[in-house]
């Protein structure tokens, strides 16, 4: 073999080696990466890092006053906690007083509806005292003192009242006093008499026969 073609061949094997061993190795070629800075606290250290010494000092500014606000909102917060526990015992304490009074309410209604019975019964009692007395002096009295007071019980609009207290009479205690009215020469008590006659419950028909044998005596 030729010594010029071994040459050729050995150039050409070293080549191709070397070819290979730069693609193996082109990593090699590249920048290496850039770092990025990585802090471990809030304060910026302008030796440690790319920042200038004012934009650490802005920073550490800002951290300082997110620390702040931070601080002041968990004030306000606690704040507000203590407000809110402070509304609702007072919206309990308002609860309280509700029920309270409305038992205070309902008590005072049932005093007062309890008074007001009592106060009826006893007006209904003198009421009717009052009306036993007025029929007996009636009757004492006579027919012209009864005429006179049923009249006048009627013009202060007590004409029901009158009323009631002549029912209790008995027929024959009746019979005088509307004879005696049927007898007047006033048209007042004529009236008034047949207003009685009318609105008695206790006169029957028969008893018109006997106040007509009054009338005419």
Known sequence: ???????????????????????????ILK???????????????????????AETHSMNQLSKELTALKEKLLDREKELDAREAAIALELDSLEKQKDELSNIRLDLASKLEDFESRRDQDVSEEKLKEYKDTSSRWIEMGPEVASIEIQNWRQKRRFEEALSIFETLKPDEKAPIIAFMYNSDEDSLIELADALSMRDRGLLPSSSDEFGVDLQN
Request: zero cysteines.
């Open 31 to 53: 920048p290496p990466p850039v770092e990025k800075a990585e802090f471990t606290s809030i304060e910026f250290d302008a030796d440690d890092t790319s920042y200038s010494p």
């Open 1 to 27: 073999m030729k010594p010029n073609l071994i040459l050729f061949i050995a150039v050409i094997l070293s080549g191709i080696s070397a070819m290979v061993m730069f693609y193996l190795n082109k990593d």
